[in-house]
């Protein structure tokens, strides 16, 4: 046993950060209940700001990135394995040769957003915790909106899927807009956490004002949706398909 830990201890802290928020984040999206929504990408930025401060190279911070969407896309796109077998009648090793390629091409925005998000930090010599972290959540927003792809999803979609009160924003800003809310509330938590190790008192503060953010607008949510069910308007759907 002493040896297997051994070879666990090799592994670099940024690999098992990107494998963390890979887990986090193909866990939190359907037919999950988005146990994570509001920290999944948080180890990633942290390792990515880690490799940026040791002065490690975007090829290094694209692989962090990398390892994460592959993770996420093998657990939250798994059903490609099925239909490749299903309805492309391939045999299972060429089936599951066609998941692992999609995987790992499949959400390159994410490593994308990390390395043009550390090139914004470094090239403005941005220094503040915080802001570093709004700019790679910003990044990523931005990329996983103009990214193209067969299957568009962002993690707003889970808030409808669990019904938490918040998706009622949705015809105010739309559910590529509520994915970005995610990823501001996921970039000041993790800013908040980090400055836990050196100022415990006002890391604290702003947690606890971020998720009371959350929770005013998740209630105000709740509300907009009775004053829709109050209505007498009826909207009767046939078919909804995306794409």
Known sequence: MTGFFKIFKRIPTFIWLSVLSGICIGTSYIPFNGWALLFSYIPLWIAALKLYQANQSYKKIFFAGWMTQFILTLIGFNWIYYMAIEFG???GPLASATLILYA???HIYIPLSLVFGIWIIKRFHIAATHAQFLFLAL???LLE???PSIFEWN???TLLWIQFP???WADVVGFWGLSTWLLIFQAL???ALVLYQTNKQRSIFSMASILTVIGALSIS???KGKAWAATDSVVKIGVAQGN
């Open 139 to 141: 990044a990523l927003a």
């Open 104 to 106: 790992a091409a499949m």
């Open 145 to 147: 909106r103009a990214w």
């Open 155 to 157: 993690l707003a979609y």
């Open 189 to 191: 938590l993790g800013s």
């Open 166 to 168: 918040l998706y009622q």
């Open 221 to 223: 949510g709740a509300y």
């Open 89 to 91: 009648h391939l045999p």
